[in-house]
């Protein structure tokens, strides 16, 4: 029988799968946890554990040895420095107290061993493995031998191992793969003396981040290989990455744990300050579990920042039945839960999501939506910022134009409509776009956690590259369409005859997307970042791009002749100007109407006043009137002067 020289084992992670009743034999509980291919065991050493079963546990370490002589190397202690790495990766201001680094850059741990280390008879190895189930040919689980690498190349996993100034101590480098996944990887040393095992496994996790400061991240690579020994570790780097050269707007954008978010409508601009919160040990343990919840990423896909990126707008809802962490709600009736304005930080919420999981937070709205999605990408290393679109359109039929309705009396049809919103907020998030095979759309994207129409079946929305949202490519997928409509889509007025076909009364080239507003890079004021969704309002390329996507929408064959000119043929023209509005007040609303043709016109006008909400939702009528006739290049001014605000 295998000598037992010591066993300690304190962490509830092994023995919560000692459950008689879950039908899984010792052997089986102990593969789960470690993995098949990890663990050589057999049942006699396997016996040990079963006999130790009852030890009360309060170390975060053990180790498990099956020593066959008092010559064998064996582990007494591993020092995962923490100070040092987390300094050198930029993760000490994470309240977590475990080891958190950032793939792409190596760390070093200290290995204290039970005599001195050998090298022409000893063997060290270290196996890192994630998920449930590690796989060396799933690149879950690492195995790295004694020097076998260059530990300062950032592609491939890598090992150095040096001998310390102190008998029996050994110092490891280890380099995380640039491409690797982000989550937690368990973490065992195994010594081998002719032919005979020892492991010391470690409990406290490693967490592996996102690296914004590694600039390999932004190289195009295809699947890499590394041999060491009998193992291939497999670094797969689908250049989904996340580098960002410049150092101030990495101090913003993933270092700064408070910001702006901003609101109110383009006449009245609101800065909200804003806790991201970051660094929070609860925002880290919340964004690691949204990584295992459910079937949104294989473990494959934990390390393609698109995917990720992606997910992580559904799981910011919860809409998908995902365990996601807010619930949306426009309603106005809070009962049962806190009004989206309550909120002030992205902690609270999910510190409550957290005591609850998976139970939903009540309530939220988009800017709480877009301050929690900031924060999960910043806690995972990818660089993100908050911003809000004045003016903001929502299309709901991707026509990729916001709608409005009449009948040919003049009448809304309410029904049919898109919407105009005071402001929408979303998240943006940074990083390359290998997989759409261009570098132009590279850089910010625009990803959208607030559920309002479904992506391929699930409430998410993103990330749909700015460059590909400037230029009016709606068909590149991810929504780039739904965004375009937002911040660029023309508002087209429609009459509906009564036979359900539909002919274009009038076109607003410059309705929506007003200012697109975010805080600045160092400071608090607001800068307003249009220019990056859009070229200038009415100039050649603004006007192409509306084009471009509105012939590749719904409605495309009713818009592709209106685009070919780019004009109607229209003989009167409108302007509506509108007074001064005070709370309590009258306000007067003035439409002047001009006949520009040599011919008499008569023209029907309805003026109409709703009310709504700041979504655009129609609340209702509050006025209407109607006017005349109109001689050859005549103007005419009509008031709508008696309504109170």
Not at 58 to 69: L, M
């Amino acid at each position: 029988m295998a000598q037992e020289i010591e066993l300690s084992l304190a962490h509830y992670e092994f023995w919560k799968f000692d459950d008689p009743g879950s039908g899984m034999s010792f052997e089986q509980r102990f593969s789960r946890l470690f993995g098949s291919e990890a663990v050589l065991f057999d049942s006699e050493a396997m016996g040990c554990y079963r006999e130790s079963s009852q030890c009360s546990g309060t170390e975060s370490i053990w180790k498990t040895i099956n020593k066959t002589s008092a010559d064998q190397l064996s582990v007494e202690k591993v020092d995962l420095q923490l100070e040092e790495n987390r300094r050198n990766h930029r993760t000490d201001e994470y309240e977590l107290d475990k080891l958190i680094v950032r793939r792409g850059q190596n760390f070093q741990i200290q290995i204290e061993l039970d005599r001195p280390y050998r090298p022409g008879s000893d063997t060290v190895e270290i196996y890192l493995m994630y998920g449930p189930k590690p796989r060396v040919s799933k690149g879950t689980l690492i195995k790295l031998s004694q020097n076998k690498g260059d530990v300062t190349n950032s592609k491939y996993w890598s090992m150095k191992l040096d001998t310390g100034e102190k008998e029996g101590v050994l110092l490891v480098t280890i380099m995380v793969g640039v491409g690797t996944m982000v989550g937690e990887f368990k973490l065992a040393v195994d010594c081998t003396t002719d032919g005979q095992l020892t492991r010391f496994q470690v409990m406290d996790p490693v967490v592996v981040l996102f690296n914004p400061w590694c600039p390999e991240d932004q190289i195009n690579q295809e699947m890499l290989t590394q041999h060491c020994l009998l193992s291939t570790v497999y670094c797969t780097t689908k250049l989904f990455q996340v580098y960002m050269a410049d150092e101030t707007e990495r101090e913003e954008y993933v270092l700064n744990d408070t910001g702006r978010i901003y609101v109110g409508s383009i006449n009245n601009v609101m800065g909200r300050p804003w806790i991201f919160g970051q660094f929070d040990d609860t925002m880290l343990l919340a964004a690691l579990y949204l990584l295992d919840s459910g079937d949104w990423l294989s473990d494959q896909n934990k390390g393609d920042v698109v995917e990720v990126a992606r997910a992580f707008t559904a799981l910011a809802n919860s809409c998908d039945d995902d365990n996601g962490i807010l619930c949306g709600n426009w309603s106005g009736d809070y009962s049962g839960g806190a009004p989206p304005t309550s909120w002030t930080s992205s902690v609270d919420v999910v510190e409550t999501y957290w005591k609850n999981r998976p139970r939903h937070v009540k309530f939220g709205q988009c800017w709480v939506f877009a301050g929690v999605l900031t924060s999960l990408y910043r806690t995972l290393g990818i660089p993100a910022r908050s911003v809000t679109n004045f003016c903001s359109g929502h299309d709901h039929d991707d026509s990729n134009t916001i709608d409005i309705h009449f009948d040919h009396n003049g009448n809304s049809l309410s029904d049919y409509d898109d919407s105009t919103w005071n402001f929408h907020v979303w998240a943006e998030a940074w990083f390359a776009r290998r997989d759409l095979r261009n570098s132009k759309y590279d850089g910010w994207q625009a990803l959208d956690a607030t559920p309002q129409e479904e992506s391929s079946g699930r409430m998410q929305c993103g990330p749909a590259p700015l460059a590909a949202v400037k230029a009016g490519e709606t068909n590149l997928g991810y929504d780039v369409g739904f965004v375009f409509s937002e911040v660029n889509g023309d508002i087209v007025y429609w009459i509906v005859e009564e036979d359900g076909d539909m002919r274009i009364a009038r076109v607003d080239t410059c309705g929506v997307g007003k200012l697109v507003a975010t805080k600045a890079v160092g400071s608090s004021e607001m800068v307003d970042i249009k220019n990056l969704y859009k070229a200038e309002e009415g100039s050649e390329l603004e006007r192409k791009a509306v084009g471009a996507a509105a012939c590749q929408g719904a409605r495309s064959a009713y818009l592709e002749e209106y685009y070919a000119k780019n004009t109607l043929n229209e003989d009167m023209k409108f302007s509506l100007k509108l007074g001064e509005v005070k709370l309590g007040e009258s306000v007067v609303i003035q439409l002047q109407a001009q006949n520009t043709c040599s011919d008499i016109r008569t023209v029907k006008v309805t003026m109409t006043a709703i009310s709504c909400t700041y979504m655009g939702r129609v609340l209702g009528e509050l006025k209407r009137m109607q006017h005349t006739l109109f001689a050859p290049g005549e103007i005419r001014c009509s008031s709508c002067n008696s309504l109170t605000t």
